[in-house]
């Protein structure tokens, strides 16, 4: 059974950095599509980044366009989620999530599910 564990969320200023990694563990990990969700307090979660295997990325919010940056280490069985310059609007609850389709079409698609990390900007 596959599993996802997310790790690096935080408190941080308006304007800081934070790093999150997403950690996985299962037989075929290294061939899914990873994406990074987020959900705020009273909103519907979000896709924000998605990375295949191959390292091909796609960007599916406006509002992280130039701050957030998504990468992979598959020898390591690691996604991480680079995220600067951050606002308030930033926080959320943040999740990595791995599908077996490249492009994936939605939330349905993406199998395995980590328990989210807190990410709190202060203004």
């Known amino acids: 059974q596959g599993r996802l564990v997310e790790s690096g969320g935080g408190l941080v200023q308006t304007g800081g950095s934070l790093r999150l990694s997403c950690a996985a563990s299962?037989?075929?990990?290294?061939?899914?599509?990873v994406g990074w969700f987020r959900q705020a307090p009273g909103k519907e979660r979000e896709l924000l980044l998605s990375?295949?295997?191959?390292?091909?990325?796609?960007t599916y919010s406006n509002s992280i366009l130039g701050r957030f940056g998504i990468s992979r280490d598959n020898a390591q069985g690691t996604v991480e989620l680079q995220m600067t310059d951050l606002r308030p609007e930033d926080t959320a609850v943040y999740y990595c999530?791995?599908?077996?389709?490249?492009?994936?079409?939605?939330?349905?698609?993406?199998?395995?599910w980590g328990q989210g990390t807190q990410v709190t900007v202060s203004s």
């Open positions: 990375i295949r295997w191959s390292g091909g990325r796609t």
């Open positions: 999530a791995a599908s077996p389709r490249a492009y994936p079409s939605g939330e349905s698609e993406y199998t395995y």
């Open positions: 299962g037989p075929t990990f290294n061939t899914y599509t």
